[in-house]
């Protein structure tokens, strides 16, 4: 049985079609990933006809897609994408009038949790901190014997630090301390009760910042964690902002070169917060959570 699941975000829209199999195992068919930027659509909390027409363009593009694989129903989800604008409801009936299809937007504390349950069927522990980057939001569960303890969303994102703080591609050093200041605001109220030596990141910024730690220490392939030393090396390397830099970006996750500096710096406060000495980068998160917990 095939699965097509259509992740609704404020940066990227993406497909993940998985087969499953009859003991609710799954494995990932394909994906595709449509950088869409739907929070540059947003104005006074308000997102404008362009911005639902792009999304409604990138779901009729998956729907052709799809249906050359004999599949008809598409699962979408939303999340700060459409959770944080006033117009959420306009939004949603435009779309199915437009395409046909219900979007489901979850709220954060249900993004924070299908995340939490993603991450476990890729990364292997039994306590600590899960939190996932995106470009809205970013999502923090604290658990313990596999049981959450706490589970939370905050409107920090790569995209929206980006946007409400840089004017240029790269964030000058005074913009970077204002984004600092504003992710510390956003995590003030966020539960860190205890230190955390290993902790496992989700969403698009890790993986982009798994994927240069690769590149540039030279890691085998199959790795999937950052140790802390390593993390401060590929930070020091990327706030230069040098043609190393530059080049290790648009090579390895270009269409992240305006949002890594912002998303990394929430990564970094995390991390620091917790005393963190490995980050492991889980390869699923709220997507097969989404489709574990309400598709199977």
């Known amino acids: 049985m095939k699965k097509a699941l259509v992740d609704l975000g404020s940066n990227t829209i993406r497909l993940s079609v998985y087969k ?10 394909f994906s595709e990933k449509e950088t869409a930027g739907l929070v540059n659509y947003i104005s006074d909390k308000r ?22 694989f004999d599949i008809r129903d598409l699962n979408i989800f939303a999340t700060a994408s ?3 604008i006033v117009n959420r409801d306009e939004a949603v009936a435009y779309i199915k009038e437009k395409t046909g299809e219900d979007v489901n937007v979850i709220s954060g504390k249900e993004e924070a949790r299908l995340g939490y349950y993603g991450a476990l069927t890729g990364a292997d522990l039994d306590s600590g901190i899960i939190f996932d980057i995106g470009g809205g939001s970013t999502e923090i569960v604290n658990f313990e014997n596999k049981q959450i303890l706490f589970a939370d969303s905050y409107d920090i994102g790569s995209l929206n630090l980006f946007t409400g703080f840089v004017k240029n591609i790269w964030p000058t050093e005074q913009e970077q ?4 200041a504003r992710i510390t605001e956003a995590l003030s109220p966020a539960v860190f009760d205890k230190p955390a030596e290993t902790i496992c990141g989700i969403g698009g910024t890790n993986r982009a910042l798994l994927s240069l730690a690769n590149a540039y220490f030279k890691k085998p392939a199959g790795n999937r964690a950052i140790t ?5 090396q590929l930070k020091k390397m990327i706030l230069k902002k040098d043609d190393l830099a530059k080049k290790m970006i648009l090579k390895n996750c270009p269409d992240r070169i305006h ?3 912002p998303g990394m710096l929430v990564t970094n406060e995390i991390a620091k917060k917790l005393g963190a000495k490995n980050i492991i980068i889980s390869r699923y998160g709220v997507r097969e959570g989404y489709l574990c917990q309400k598709m199977i």
Do not use: H, P, W
């Not at 362009?50 to 729907?63: M, N, P, Q, S, Y």
């Not at 301390?177 to 600092?180: A, C, M, P, T, W």
């Open 20 to 29: 499953v199999y009859e003991d609710g195992s799954f494995s990932l068919l």
């Open 47 to 68: 997102m404008s006809v362009e911005g639902f027409d792009k999304a409604c363009d990138v779901i009729f593009d998956f729907k052709r897609l799809t249906a050359q």
């Open 82 to 84: 459409l959770r944080n």
């Open 177 to 180: 301390k204002n984004i600092k």
């Open 228 to 232: 802390s030393a390593e993390f401060k």
């Open 259 to 261: 949002t890594i500096i």
